[in-house]
């Protein structure tokens, strides 16, 4: 259904797609700092604008815009399908209509037809929390000073190459949560010169002519702070990441007073290296915010994790979810009888996902509860070189 006067929601067209990245310019590119054209290339990718859907006005120019890119995903060793939404905009004059709420509910609709579980948008805008995103997941910060690092100087350290991206992929798809990906995607991702909404590169490490780890880096300045050498992805050696940090600084961000490297609750190697190192770590929730699409379809695909982590009776476990498209109103668990429920969107999937402030399902007693305590949380993916 269209918004009087606008068109839409309909799919950028080849002929729309340049205004289309004009209108995100305009709105996240005002003040300078490039193209999003050219530092999203999969997202606004030409033979990809089912991903760009718009509002147009009726000369056909795109006045409010969603982008979404549905990606493959291993989480600990399950696969899924997650929706990753960005570049969500609309041009001051159309602004107070709803456009952009009507794209983020068109896009929901049209990633629950792909089989999409999770959805992660790229930030915390009520446009999006009261459409069912919540601030959750459970990740780390690992903090070290430039005086912490110590180069190995047996590595070899070299911008990727178009060349270099095969060994550079071989190494990324050993980390055991991490988007797929193509070589061609991964060939764009690295060679825009954009990592996370930052200036930023990536970089091979080699030891002996061989590929040990790989690290993408990028120039970030928090508010209020100083310039951060950021590592928002990284695979491989973690030993030989850190051993890599102080070239790679002194070549990318020499001005850089503290380094920040992204990492998981379960990446112990990274956390132990970094704590010998005298870092320190601070727990975070996801970068963005989160939506569980469909609570059951996500139960289902991390079956073989969560049969691991709690035996023969995870098949047993019945979940329901109540609630609508946009939020889940009940989450229940059930077993042999014994029921565990959650009221709230928030609390639902704060207890699938994890926070960083608490346990999930903290004072619920039971063996149902015992159990879910043992199987949760789930694993998030980072964004990542995938940020959209």
Not at 108 to 123: C, F, P
């Amino acid at each position: 259904m269209s918004i009087d006067p606008y068109l839409g929601p309909m799919t950028a067209s080849p002929a729309q797609r340049s205004r289309a990245v004009a209108l995100a310019n305009s709105i996240f590119r005002a003040k300078g700092g490039g193209d999003m054209g050219t530092q999203f290339p999969l997202l606004f990718h030409p033979d990809r604008l089912e991903q760009v859907r718009i509002f147009a006005d009726d000369a056909g120019r795109p006045i409010s815009m969603v982008g979404t890119a549905t990606d493959e995903v291993a989480l600990l060793g399950c696969p899924a399908r997650v929706g990753c939404v960005g570049a969500v905009c609309t041009a001051e004059p159309a602004r107070g209509q709803g456009l952009a709420g009507r794209l983020v509910e068109d896009a929901i609709d049209r990633a629950w037809a792909e089989g999409v579980s999770v959805m992660l948008v790229s930030g915390h805008r009520s446009l999006y929390l009261r459409r069912g995103w919540t601030s959750t997941g459970r990740f780390v910060r690992n903090h070290l000073t430039p005086e912490s690092l110590t180069a190995q100087d047996d590595l070899q350290i070299s911008e990727l190459t178009q060349d270099d991206c095969g060994e550079a992929l071989a190494l990324h798809e050993l980390e055991p949560v991490r988007f797929r990906r193509t070589s061609g995607d991964y060939a764009a991702q690295v060679g825009c010169g954009w990592t996370v909404n930052r200036p930023g590169k990536t970089f091979l490490v080699r030891r002996a002519g061989r590929a040990v780890a790989v690290i993408s880096g990028n120039r970030t300045t928090p508010p209020g702070g100083e310039l951060t050498l950021g590592v928002p992805e990284l695979a491989g050696s973690r030993e030989a990441i850190l051993g890599a940090l102080p070239a790679i600084r002194a070549e990318f961000c020499p001005e850089a007073s503290d380094v920040v490297i992204e990492g998981y609750p379960h990446d112990r190697e990274l956390a132990d290296a970094c704590r010998r190192r005298g870092g320190r770590a601070e727990t975070i929730a996801h970068l963005g915010a989160v939506k569980v699409l469909d609570a059951g379809r996500l139960w289902e695909a991390f079956g073989p994790l969560l049969r691991e982590r709690i035996g023969p009776e995870a098949e047993r476990i019945r979940l329901h979810a109540e609630g609508d498209r946009l939020a889940i109103a009940t989450l229940t668990f059930e077993l042999d009888g014994e029921t565990v429920s959650l009221t709230g969107n928030r609390e639902a999937v704060t207890a699938l996902f994890g926070a960083a402030e608490a346990a999930p399902l903290a004072g619920v007693t039971g063996r149902l509860a015992d159990l879910l305590r043992r199987a949760l949380p789930l694993p998030l993916p980072m964004y990542g070189l995938n940020y959209a």
